[in-house]
Each structure stands twice: as structure tokens, then as C-alpha cells.
């Protein structure tokens, strides 16, 4: 069984940074790919970027390119994702979630653990 903690959220006024932790609780923490996804009210969850285990690839979605930063420490068995210039569109639920062997990919179905998520809200 793998429990994810996410935390670091909070609310921010635009432009500012966040960075987001997920811990995990699990043997053998470097045999799994990572994803951060977020889902604001009313919408679809929506892939924000992973890495792969070893924390050598990485994947963005087009709308966090050049802002978010994912990257990982296998002997903390901590995911991170640094936040910059942040928008009031990036509001919403971020979760962290993990799958073994996953690669980077962006379909949360590929990831069987999910943390709880933690709020992000960014004011204009």
C-alpha cells in the first residue's frame, strides 16, 4: 500500500510562488513515476506534470511550461512541485499521485495512489 501526503498549498496573490511536497509512504520509492494533477471547481481533473522514477524525464502540460518545476528525491521519498508566476487559473485541488513503473505519463488513470490533494488558490 502507498499513502501520498501533499502539502504547501495556500492561498497567494498572482505572480507569487508555491512549492508543493508529496511524501510518500512506501518501500522502494524510486520503482515509481510520479504525477501532479489538479482539478479547480466544475472541471475536469487535468495533468499538470510528472517524472519518471529514476527523475530523469519529465512531462508538462502546455499551460505550466516555463512556470512549474517537478522533481523528486528518492532517499526522501519527496516529490516537489515549484510553482512560479502564478495565475489566478491555476486555482484549484493539486494531488500527487503514484504508479509503479509508470513512466511519465499523463493519464491519471495510469496512477493507482492518490493523495488527498491540498488547495491552491491564486488571487488577481
Known amino acids: 500500500q502507498v499513502q501520498l501526503v501533499e502539502s504547501g498549498g495556500g492561498l497567494v496573490q498572482a505572480g507569487a510562488s508555491l512549492r508543493l511536497s508529496c511524501v510518500a509512504s512506501?518501500?522502494?520509492?524510486?520503482?515509481?513515476?510520479v504525477g501532479w494533477f489538479r482539478q479547480a471547481p466544475g472541471k475536469e481533473r487535468e495533468f499538470v506534470a510528472a517524472?519518471?522514477?529514476?527523475?530523469?524525464?519529465?512531462n508538462y502540460a502546455d499551460s505550466v511550461k516555463g512556470r512549474f518545476t517537478i522533481s523528486r528525491d528518492n532517499t526522501k521519498n519527496t516529490v516537489w512541485l515549484q510553482m512560479i508566476s502564478l495565475k489566478p487559473e491555476d486555482t484549484a485541488v493539486y494531488y500527487c499521485a503514484a504508479g509503479q513503473w509508470v513512466g511519465v505519463l499523463g493519464r491519471a488513470s495510469a496512477y493507482g495512489y492518490w493523495g488527498q490533494g491540498t488547495q491552491v488558490t491564486v488571487s488577481s
Open positions: 517524472i519518471s522514477w529514476g527523475g530523469s524525464t519529465f
Open positions: 512506501v518501500r522502494a520509492f524510486n520503482s515509481y513515476g
